[in-house]
């Protein structure tokens, strides 16, 4: 498992030779503990039907319903500004602990970010897994297609943040600098042994980045308990292709009305600035489609 406690420079490293860096610990006990208590009432108003921004089994990939009767496994849009707890959720998604990061990853200043997405990946109502997949490549891509879209510089960087003790990420390490071999291609895209593949194992506070074009999958389990948050940020510019990538989940219908008061100075004006261009990349881009097909 790739790790660092000694700095930000060798994340990129772990980050382009492997695809995924984890951080150990980045959250205190007191965060901790306020953050699960705030994802409990999240997901208790999801499951009675009071949340309508949710991802519904068996589905995949968005778009969601919102018919809850077959049950959950995510809750989206924390930044909401319905969100009760959303204010709590901000302070989250814009701490250094996560920013500076992203940054050092990116190559890029603060000023440069936009905001993307920040939701909730929970506990199933059954047992449910995601194929074999890259975020923003189809499975139809031909292997020239797919180093086209490789070869080129992140625009965005992903986290998933563990509230919980967490395995539900599985990755082929390296997968994100190379097209699918004939193996990958040929497997069943439900395979529970594909070549190369490594379990991300994450205590309850660590953050593991990861680049969301690695051939990756996701297994989780309705006797485990998961309370992970899963974010990104990204930079400007990259047009529609990259737009689509955040787009896809609605993140429009409630940017105009994020409400960061709550946070604190310098760190209020860093989160309106990221809004904000996330609003100009919405302008810029309708009608993106969507990235993948359950």
């Known amino acids: 498992m790739p790790s660092t406690t000694n700095g930000t420079s060798s994340l990129t490293t772990a980050l382009d030779r492997d695809g995924y860096v984890l951080i150990p610990s980045v959250l205190?006990?007191?965060?901790?503990?306020?953050?699960?208590?705030?994802?409990?009432?999240?997901?208790?108003?999801?499951?009675?039907?009071?949340?309508?921004?949710?991802?519904?089994?068996?589905?995949?990939?968005?778009p969601w319903p919102a018919d809850i009767s077959h049950g959950i496994w995510g809750v989206q849009h924390l930044l909401h500004p319905s969100m009760p707890d959303h204010a709590l959720f901000a302070s989250s998604y814009f701490a250094h602990t996560v920013v500076d990061p992203v940054t050092e990853l990116l190559g890029v200043v603060p000023d440069e970010l936009v905001m993307e997405l920040y939701n909730l990946l929970i506990r199933p109502d059954a047992d449910f897994a995601l194929r074999w997949h890259?975020?923003?490549?189809?499975?139809t891509a031909t292997a020239e297609e797919e180093m086209a879209r490789?070869?080129?510089?992140?625009?965005?960087?992903?986290w998933n943040l563990a509230l919980f003790d967490d395995c539900s990420l599985i990755v082929v390490p390296g997968s994100h600098k190379r097209a699918r071999t004939a193996e990958e291609r040929a497997a069943d895209p439900w395979d529970d042994n594909m070549p190369g593949q490594e379990i991300v194992r994450m205590q309850a506070g660590d953050v593991v980045f990861y680049n969301n074009n690695i051939l990756h999958r996701g297994v989780y389990s309705k006797d485990r308990e998961r309370m992970t948050l899963h974010g990104s940020m990204g930079v400007v510019g990259h047009g529609k292709e990259r737009?689509?990538?955040?787009?896809q989940h609605g993140v429009e219908e409630c940017v105009q009305e994020c409400d960061f008061s709550g946070l604190g100075e310098g760190i209020r004006e860093r989160a309106e600035g990221m809004r904000q261009r996330l609003v100009e990349m919405g302008r810029g881009n309708r009608d993106v489609g969507f990235a993948q097909e359950d």
Do not use: M, Y
């Not at 499951?47 to 990939?61: D, E, M, N, V, Y």
């Open 28 to 62: 205190t006990s007191d965060e901790l503990t306020q953050l699960r208590a705030a994802c409990q009432r999240s997901i208790d108003l999801a499951r009675s039907g009071q949340w309508p921004f949710i991802r519904t089994l068996p589905k995949q990939f968005p």
């Open 134 to 139: 890259r975020d923003d490549i189809p499975p």
């Open 150 to 158: 490789l070869g080129r510089k992140a625009w965005h960087a992903q």
């Open 243 to 247: 737009a689509r990538n955040v787009l």
